[in-house]
Each structure stands twice: as structure tokens, then as C-alpha cells.
């Protein structure tokens, strides 16, 4: 089946991949198949019928989720657990009243945006949304504001940090695939996504929550803002829990462009601990003493939290090994190299090529994460035939392209809706508008330092 009416052998690749990724919108999209088992299908498909042997693309399946997996499934679970301590401690409320009330009510929104960008960095977006909802109806009800103006902004620093900032898991699967630098990328993604976040939400807020207006449920309110008896972490312990990881990655960073030929032993030693699975492994320990025994809890608590935390994220690995393993496919099989030929003989530039290819797909499958891993295997060769390109921005606008346009199939999109107790149109207006906006904010502001950096 390789050969395709005579096609050229590079036309032909490019055609099955085309096919394949058409086969696998549909799958998930309008079938509503499981993105695992969809992934998994396409790559299958694809390697058989661009004529590789049937065990090589077992090999390449296998490789593939196995490769993908190897850093990215740590990252996960450790992730995971340092959120779980947060949401069990009392460490995101403390977190937030601390910032509400040193902000004001007429600044809240400021705070609610700055609290899901801190407590969104080590978590998946659906796990920070349940994280700070009660939260967010706790404000919402204490100060008497509208739920978009306050919640738009915690959506906003969700889900930039999701999209582009490290040690978040979701920019882990491009800068694994590209070989980034992660310290580089975080500095890159604090710039972008500062002022990303800030115009998709705290401005957009102002803007939108005086023309959509909505009641949150009763029901929901009451179960979410039902207060726990123990008492609350402090500030500044919780806080540095939290961003322990963020800063032993950067001390990391700071010591190879300071000592590159690894001639000291502080070097070697900061670079260790600045591995991003190391650095999570030690804020996951540290919060079990921080946020664990020393709120009271016992051995067996931290037993239940640590083991309940890891069922949800099952779906999310194995679709990020699935992800992987079609990527794996995308480049043994030819047709990496092939899109990567017709991209550098159409000079397309390399960022603008991963922020279309993540956002195409984004829009038609609507998961985040589909796109991400996609994509990554799509633009991987592009990137390795383009000697010069900045491959940490190439990490963020894959990042900013995988956010674009969340609609009626996207699961995050049914969450907002439910939660914010909206309409089909309401939420359209507001949730999707605003993760158009911080898609494209993102993207400019990704192609004006490209000009700098």
C-alpha cells in the first residue's frame, strides 16, 4: 500500500499520514473512541500502510510509549501527589485568602489569577480546575462578585501554565521530544506567559463579566465551600513547597551557563537535583513533611493520598504514551523526514509550522494533550533539518497552538460549563473566547522575542 497511484515515494508518505490523522479526528471526535485506543489504532494503521514490516511496527509502537513515557509518567505521578498535599493541607485555600486579602476585593480577580499560576504549575488543567473551585465559590460568595470576573482569571493562569510553562507535564512532552533546554524554556515561558495571562484574563474579565451574567448552583456552592476543622498551612511555607521544583530546575539551569565544562562539583550537583524529575521527586517528599506530618496527618493519611491521586491520571499517561507511540511511528515509517523536506523547501517558518499543526489539531480533536503529543511528532524532524531555530520557542508555540479555540469537544469545555453553571452560548462567549485569546496573545508575543532571542 505504500505506493499510491504512482506517487512519489515522499508524496505518497505524506498522503497516508493525512489519511491517518483524518482517521483519527474522526475516531475521537465523532465516534467519541477512546483517545488511547484511537492513537494507538492511527499508528498501527499508518506504519502498515507506508509498507513497514508488520514486527518493526510493533518495535516502533512499543519504543515509542515506552520512550515517551520513561520521564514524562514520573513528572505525572509526582505531580499529582505535590497537588493532592495542596488540596488535602489546606495549602491552595491558604494560598489564596493570603493573596485575597492582601490584594482587596477590588483586585481579587489579580489574586485568583496569581493563585491558579502558582498552583497550577504541578498539576494537570482538570486537576488545578477541582483544585481551586472551592476556592473560587468561597470568594465568589465571601466578597459578592461575579463568578466570570473572578473565574475567568483562574482559568486564564491554569491554563497558560498548562500550555507553556515547565515543570508542568503537558510542556514536558514537547521539550522531551525537541531537546530543549528547561531552564531556558521556563525563563522564555515566564515572559510569554505573564502577560499572556494577564490580557486573556484579568482584562478579558473586566470586559466579558459585564456582559455575561450567571448564577453558580446552590448545591455546588454549598458542598465546595464546606470548611474543614484543621487548620491551615502558613503562607510562606506553602508557597515555597509549591515552587521548590521551579526553583531547583532554574538553580540547575544557572549552573550550566555558569560552569558549562562541569568543572566543579557544586555544578554537577545542581544540574542533579535541577533534573526535573529529581526536583519533583524532593518537593513531593518535602510536602510530606510540610504539608503532611506537620498539619497532623498520620502515615496512613499520606498513604490514601498518595495512592488515591494516581487513579485519575491513568487516562492521561496512557494517552500521552499513545501520543508517543504515534510519533515514534510518524519518524520510523519516513514521514517525519518527508514533512520535514516539504517545510524547509517551502521555508515555513519552523514556530509558526508547530503552532499551526498543535492548533489544527487541537480544534479537531479537542483534547490538549492529543495535540501536543501530535504535533510533537510532527514537527520533531521539521525541527532537526532547521540549523538555527530557537528550539525552546518552538516548545511554547506547540504549547500556545494546543490551547487554541476549546469547544463542544473538548472535555475541559463541559467542565467550565457545569461548574460555572452556563449555557452552551455563555460558555462559548467566555471560556472559549478566552483560550482563543491567550492561544494568540502567546503566539505574537512568541514571534516577537523570536526576533530578540
Avoid at 550550566?256 to 562539583?265: H, L, N, R
Avoid at 496512613?300 to 500521552?320: G, K, M, Q, V, W
Amino acid at each position: 500500500m505504500q505506493a499510491l497511484f504512482g506517487l512519489s515515494h515522499n508524496t505518497s508518505l505524506l498522503i497516508w499520514a493525512l489519511i491517518t490523522i483524518v482517521l483519527l479526528i474522526l475516531l475521537i471526535a465523532k465516534f467519541k473512541w477512546n483517545p488511547f485506543v484511537s492513537l494507538l489504532l492511527a499508528a498501527f494503521f499508518l506504519g502498515l500502510m507506508n509498507g513497514m514490516p508488520a514486527p518493526d511496527v510493533i518495535t516502533s509502537v512499543t519504543k515509542g510509549l515506552g520512550g515517551t513515557l520513561g520521564s514524562i509518567a514520573i513528572v505525572i505521578g509526582l505531580g499529582t501527589m505535590l497537588g493532592k498535599m495542596m488540596a488535602e493541607s489546606g495549602g491552595a485555600e491558604r494560598i489564596a485568602t493570603t493573596l485575597i486579602d492582601r490584594f482587596g476585593e477590588k483586585r481579587v480577580h489579580w489574586a485568583m489569577l496569581l493563585v491558579a499560576f502558582i498552583v497550577g504549575i504541578p498539576v494537570f488543567f482538570e486537576v488545578g480546575l477541582i483544585l481551586l473551585i472551592p476556592i473560587l465559590f468561597t470568594v465568589a460568595r465571601k466578597m459578592n462578585m461575579s463568578l466570570i470576573k473572578i473565574g475567568i482569571p483562574m482559568l486564564a493562569g491554569l491554563s497558560t501554565v498548562h500550555g507553556l510553562l515547565p515543570p508542568h507535564p503537558a510542556p514536558m512532552i514537547a521539550i522531551d521530544s525537541f531537546q530543549a533546554d528547561i531552564g531556558r524554556t521556563l525563563v522564555y515561558a515566564l515572559i510569554v506567559g505573564i502577560p499572556t495571562a494577564i490580557i486573556s484574563g484579568p482584562v478579558f474579565a473586566n470586559w466579558i463579566s459585564k456582559r455575561v451574567h450567571v448564577t453558580p448552583n446552590p448545591e455546588l456552592v454549598d458542598q465546595f465551600t464546606n470548611k474543614n476543622e484543621r487548620p491551615l498551612p502558613g503562607f510562606g511555607i506553602t508557597l515555597f513547597t509549591i515552587l521548590l521544583p521551579v526553583i531547583l530546575m532554574l538553580s540547575g539551569s544557572v549552573a550550566m551557563i555558569a560552569d558549562p565544562g562541569q568543572t566543579s562539583g557544586l555544578t554537577i550537583f545542581l544540574e542533579f537535583i535541577g533534573d526535573e524529575v529529581v526536583a519533583l521527586l524532593i518537593a513531593a517528599v518535602f510536602s510530606f513533611f510540610t504539608l503532611g506530618y506537620a498539619r497532623g496527618f498520620n502515615k496512613n493519611d499520606l498513604a490514601r493520598f498518595t495512592s488515591e491521586c494516581l487513579a485519575p491520571t491513568a487516562s492521561i499517561i496512557l494517552i500521552i504514551g499513545a501520543g508517543g507511540a504515534f510519533k515514534t511511528v510518524l519518524i520510523d515509517s519516513g514521514v517525519g523526514k518527508a514533512i520535514a523536506e516539504m517545510a524547509t523547501g517551502a521555508n515555513v517558518n519552523v514556530i509558526v509550522f508547530a503552532y499551526l499543526v498543535a492548533a489544527l489539531i487541537r480544534v479537531a480533536t479537542g483534547s490538549a494533550t492529543v495535540a501536543m503529543t501530535t504535533a510533537a511528532g510532527i514537527v520533531a524532524p521539521v525541527l532537526a533539518m532547521t540549523p538555527g531555530a530557537n528550539v525552546e520557542l518552538v516548545v511554547l508555540a506547540t504549547g500556545a497552538g494546543s490551547l487554541i479555540l476549546s469547544h463542544v469537544n473538548d472535555a475541559g469545555f463541559w467542565m467550565i460549563k457545569e461548574f460555572f453553571n452556563m449555557t452552551v452560548p455563555q460558555t462559548l462567549k467566555t471560556w472559549t473566547v478566552m483560550e482563543t485569546i491567550l492561544s494568540l496573545v502567546a503566539f505574537i508575543l512568541i514571534m516577537l522575542l523570536s526576533v530578540v532571542v
